[in-house]
């Protein structure tokens, strides 16, 4: 597609309900990002994938929170017995490292999904 | 570890008032710094980006951001404020040469009174 793609861009659940996010990337892009926007706090890095592949996992909060990503293209974002303290904006990037090098290359974001817990 | 450091989580000025938003970054070697923009209820946009290239780097919307090793910063500035400039303005850093993995500031929100 034109854009990274997020669904829904809005939720609220029930405290201890489980929620699933949607992220379609960029066409081509084999990097995909996820990050957390919670008030006040900035962008928290949750995981990182290139390709179906996860080496980066190292922010995720919990084990509540788990990813995939399948087809080398959409990601899904599960959290699992949800807390108040999910409540945040759930970021998903992509990114290509074709024409530049890695580091230095331009990560493209979607609108969020707000997560709202009761 | 690399992180930055955003000065000030709100920042007025007047419509056509110099705009100044400072970042300063932690890093044991040269890093990639990146400015983005987030406008209400939408995602992240670019701003500019350092690569190591020239140090002053110019933006989107009239932006423009200086690398000053010395002073480890990387501040944004804009001569003139528009009122469409109104958003929140996240810096970031580049932490690995592997992956394009950012780490955020914590961000900067910009007010702009007519």
């Known amino acids: 597609g034109a854009g990274v793609s997020q669904s829904p861009s809005n939720k609220v659940t029930e405290k201890g309900k489980d929620v699933e996010l949607r992220c379609d990337p960029i066409s081509g892009h084999t990097a995909l990002y996820w990050y957390r926007q919670s008030l006040g706090q900035g962008l928290e890095f949750l995981i990182y994938?290139?390709?179906?592949?996860?080496?980066?996992k190292s922010g995720l909060p919990s084990d509540r929170f788990s990813a995939e990503r399948t087809g080398g293209s959409v990601s899904t974002l599960t959290i699992q017995r949800t807390q108040q303290e999910d409540s945040a904006v759930y970021l998903c990037?992509?990114?290509?490292?074709?024409?530049?090098?890695?580091?230095?290359?331009?990560?493209?974001f979607g609108a969020g999904s707000r997560l709202t817990v009761l | 570890a690399q992180s930055v450091t955003q000065l000030g989580s709100h920042v007025s000025v007047s419509e056509g008032a110099l705009v100044l938003l400072r970042c300063n970054y932690s890093s044991s070697v040269p890093p990639y710094l990146f400015w983005y923009v987030q406008y209400p209820n939408q995602g992240l946009q670019l701003l500019l980006k350092y690569t190591s290239a020239a140090t002053l780097v110019k933006g989107i919307n009239g932006f423009e951001a200086e690398f000053k090793k010395s002073e480890t910063s990387f501040h944004l500035t804009k001569p003139s404020a528009h009122m469409s400039d109104a958003a929140e303005y996240f810096c970031a850093v580049s932490r690995s040469y592997n992956t394009d993995k950012l780490i955020f500031g914590t961000g900067t929100r910009l007010q702009v009174f007519p």
């Open positions: 990037a992509s990114s290509h490292p074709a024409g530049g090098f890695p580091g230095a290359n331009v990560l493209t």
């Open positions: 994938f290139q390709g179906n592949s996860a080496p980066d």
